[in-house]
């Protein structure tokens, strides 16, 4: 809705937005404690408002976005390791 304004006046204008919830993203990668090398293929999963799933690649990284604001548990496991949870 465009204004006109003439020499003098003024014009009060009050608008309301709606906030946007901004979604995050978590990545990393993940290797092995004593040899440093890159896990491939491990499961990382978070649990909490909702859950999300996701393996690691070739280079041991891994990402997970659009993950919605909220506190989760982090899972991570992988065949020949024992499995982390934070």
């Not at 978590?26 to 909490?48: H, M």
């Not at 990402?63 to 506190?71: A, H, Q, R, T, Y």
């Amino acid at each position: 809705m465009p204004i006109t304004l003439e020499s003098g006046e003024q014009y009060e204008l009050n608008i309301t937005l709606t906030a946007l919830i901004v979604n995050g993203r978590v990545f990393g990668n993940i290797s092995d404690a004593t040899t440093g090398d890159p896990i491939v293929g491990a499961t990382i999963q978070l649990q909490g408002n909702q859950s999300y799933i996701t393996a690691s690649g070739p280079t041991g990284f891994y990402e997970l976005n659009d993950v919605i604001p909220g506190s989760y548990t982090v899972t991570i496991s992988a065949v020949g390791y024992e499995t982390a949870v934070i």
